[in-house]
């Protein structure tokens, strides 16, 4: 399949007004997120978990030493950081980055909902991993790259199918689906191993699943011109939508976790 290639043509429905109504939503992300960000930090308890990491003392297949704890991850601030990053990317896309924002917005494409993803909710996919037990280094580290993997894909299929073009390719789409279940996966293999396991873990579990496909539905939406997706700006609201109802959330489900545990 060729590639197409970008043209003159403009993503369907960004028009100066809805470049205006995405500016206020965006500023009242913003100011949405932050004040959550705030308001963990006020609320937040010490509760922490830690990163271990377990090293070969020996040739291979020998015993492997039992994990040792390497540095802890406290849970509120953690969670202050992925809300903290949803604020900034809000605000600069309303205000600093607003040219460059809607100048993509106009070539179907938002790099900076990919670049933010790629931080806050990778972050968030480390803390239900943690949550669930999952707390090796070497094993989180696949799984970040997994995420980050994922959300890139989503980026390239952005920039693979502009407005104006002759088809639509979905195969990074699908590529970023196939590589993104790796995490889940894991997830659920300790799930399931588990044998005593918090029901809010479960539920955490089930949330963020749930909000993380939804962000892929969306953008399948999008590219398949189905319904009200057929017009992008329709689809980026949508994101922003998305963005505020899966990180406000998972955000209070994890803290409330941290605060039972």
């Known amino acids: 399949m060729t590639t197409p290639t970008a043209g003159s ?3 369907t429905g960004v028009t100066p007004d809805r470049l205006t109504n995405l500016k206020q939503w965006n500023l009242a992300l913003s100011v949405l997120h932050l004040v959550q960000a705030v308001a963990v930090v006020v609320l937040a308890s010490d509760f922490a978990i830690t990163v271990t990491g377990s090293f070969p003392a020996g040739p291979p297949g020998a015993d492997v030493p039992p994990p040792e704890a390497l540095f802890d991850v ?3 601030a953690a969670i202050a950081v992925f809300l903290g990053l949803a604020a900034l990317d809000h605000l ?3 205000t600093a980055l607003r040219g460059r924002y809607e100048q993509d ?3 179907g494409i938002n790099r900076f909902r990919w670049v933010e993803y790629s931080f806050s909710a990778t972050l968030m996919v480390v803390l239900i991993c943690l949550y669930s037990g999952i707390t090796g280094v070497a094993a989180l580290v696949g799984i970040i790259g997994a995420n980050v993997a994922m959300i890139l894909f989503g980026w390239l299929q952005e920039l693979m199918n502009p407005p104006g073009r002759a088809s639509t390719t979905m195969l990074p789409f699908w590529f970023g689906t196939l590589v993104g279940l790796a995490p889940w996966v894991a997830l659920t293999i300790n799930l399931v191993g588990a044998d005593d396991l918090p029901g809010f873990v479960i539920g955490i579990f089930v949330s963020l699943f749930v909000f993380f496909m ?3 539905l969306n953008q399948w939406l999008q590219y398949r011109g189905i319904g009200k997706w057929r017009d992008y700006a329709y689809g980026e609201k949508a994101y922003l939508v998305l963005s505020l109802a899966a990180k406000s959330a998972l955000a209070w489900q994890i803290f409330a976790g941290s605060l039972a545990s």
Do not use: D, K
Request: aromatic share 6%.
């Open 9 to 11: 043509a403009t993503a």
């Open 214 to 216: 939804s962000f892929g």
């Open 74 to 76: 406290p849970i509120g």
């Open 92 to 94: 600069l896309t309303a």
């Open 105 to 107: 917005l106009r070539r």
